[in-house]
């Protein structure tokens, strides 16, 4: 079966509106077919590729599993800290008038990749609108009780 160039890609346009005073911007995920698709529990990962035309871009330095006082959360556990993680990341990005379905593109350092993919689902609920993502397995984080860090891009309109 051949494949025209015109079919050699999946994707997918979406609008997002975050906040009713802001106009929508245009979004576009894409997944060229001559790449894999990484799927876990269900779900694709990322998006190979994600194009935003707006105006205000985010940029969130690495969000640790800490608390508002600098304390570690959920020691161990990496399920817990990936949900800190986020909520950290839903905050910040909030303070720069975004959301989480403004972001384009993660960057995740964690000290036990196997152990992170087991939790796919609760990335999934922060990060569900697949930007592009890298995921590196590290030594070790800022401290020792610390398993994963993210860092993300968000683009507004």
Do not use: C, W
């Not at 608390?67 to 839903?90: F, P, S, T």
């Amino acid at each position: 079966m051949s494949r025209s160039s015109s079919r050699s890609s999946m994707i997918a346009l979406s609008y997002v509106r975050s906040k009713p005073r802001r106009g929508l911007m245009k979004r576009q995920n894409i997944q060229p077919e001559s790449l894999s698709k990484r799927v876990m529990g269900g779900h694709v990962l990322y998006s190979h590729v994600v194009v935003v035309e707006g105006r205000k871009t985010i940029f969130v330095a690495g969000q640790l599993a800490r608390d508002r006082n600098g304390n570690a959360v959920g020691r161990g556990d990496m399920r817990a800290q990936i949900r800190q993680v986020g909520e950290n990341i839903k905050a910040a990005l909030a303070a720069a008038g975004a959301s989480l379905s403004d972001i384009v593109k993660t960057n995740t350092y964690v000290t036990d990749i196997e152990e992170f993919f087991k939790h796919t689902d609760v990335r999934m609920e922060y990060f569900g609108a697949l930007p592009t993502s890298t995921t590196v397995e590290v030594r070790r984080l800022a401290h020792p009780d610390l398993l994963v860090e993210v860092e993300v891009i968000a683009v507004v309109d």
